[in-house]
C-alpha cells in the first residue's frame, strides 16, 4: 500500500509544525521582531534621558533666575536704606548749617547793640549789612533748593532701579510658560 501523495505532503508538513525545532524563517522572524524591540527600547531610553537632561538645565536655569531676583530684591532694598540714610543726612546737615547761621546771627546782633551803645554808628550800620546777608542766607536755606534737586534726582534713580527690577521679572515671567519643554511633553 502506497500512501497517497496529498495526504503524505500533509501528514510532512503537519510533522514540521510539530517538531521541536523552529523553521528559519520563523527563526528570522523572532529575531526581526527582538531587533525591533531592542532598537525601541534603545530610543524610549535615549528619549527619557533626554527628557531628563532637559529637566535639570530647566532647574539650574529657574534656581539662576530666582538667585538674580533675590540680589536684584537684597540690592533695591540696600539701595532705598542708602537714600533713607542720604536724606536724614542731608536734613541734619541743613538743621546744623541753620543753627549755626543763627548763632552767627545771634552773635553779630549782640555785637551790633554793643557798638551802638558805645557809639560806633557807622560800625553798626556795616553789622546791620552783614546781619541783613545772614538773614537772606536763612532764608534761601529754608527754601531748600537744594534739599528737592537731591530728592528729585534720588526719585529719578529709585524709578529707574524699579523699571530694571519690573522688566527683569516680566522676563522671568514670560520665560516660564516656555522654557521648560519637558513639561509640554508629559
Known amino acids: 500500500m502506497r500512501p497517497q501523495r496529498g495526504r503524505s505532503s500533509l501528514a510532512y508538513r503537519l510533522d514540521e509544525q510539530s517538531s521541536p525545532w523552529p523553521s528559519l524563517v520563523q527563526a528570522e522572524a523572532v ?10 527600547e ?7 534621558q533626554k527628557a531628563e537632561l532637559l529637566e535639570q538645565q530647566w532647574k539650574v ?46 552773635s553779630k546782633l549782640k555785637e551790633q547793640e554793643a557798638m551802638l551803645q558805645k557809639g560806633f554808628v557807622e560800625k553798626a550800620r556795616l553789622m546791620e549789612d552783614k546781619i ?31 523699571c530694571v527690577s519690573d522688566y527683569l521679572r516680566s522676563r522671568h515671567q514670560r520665560g ?4 521648560n519643554p519637558s513639561k509640554t511633553q508629559r
Open 61 to 106: 536655569a529657574e534656581e539662576k533666575q530666582l538667585q538674580t531676583e533675590q540680589l536684584l530684591k537684597d540690592q533695591e532694598r540696600s539701595h532705598q536704606e542708602n537714600v533713607k540714610q542720604l536724606e536724614a543726612k542731608v536734613a541734619e546737615e541743613l538743621a546744623s548749617a541753620r543753627q549755626e547761621a543763627e548763632r552767627a546771627l545771634e
Open 132 to 162: 541783613s546777608g545772614l538773614k537772606r542766607e536763612i532764608s534761601s536755606a529754608s527754601k531748600t533748593d537744594f534739599l528737592s534737586d537731591l530728592f528729585g534726582t534720588i526719585r529719578e534713580a529709585l524709578r529707574t532701579v524699579t
Open 42 to 48: 534603545k530610543h524610549v531610553a535615549e528619549e527619557k
Open 31 to 40: 529575531l526581526k521582531a527582538d531587533k525591533l524591540l531592542t532598537e525601541a
Open 176 to 179: 516660564k510658560g516656555t522654557s
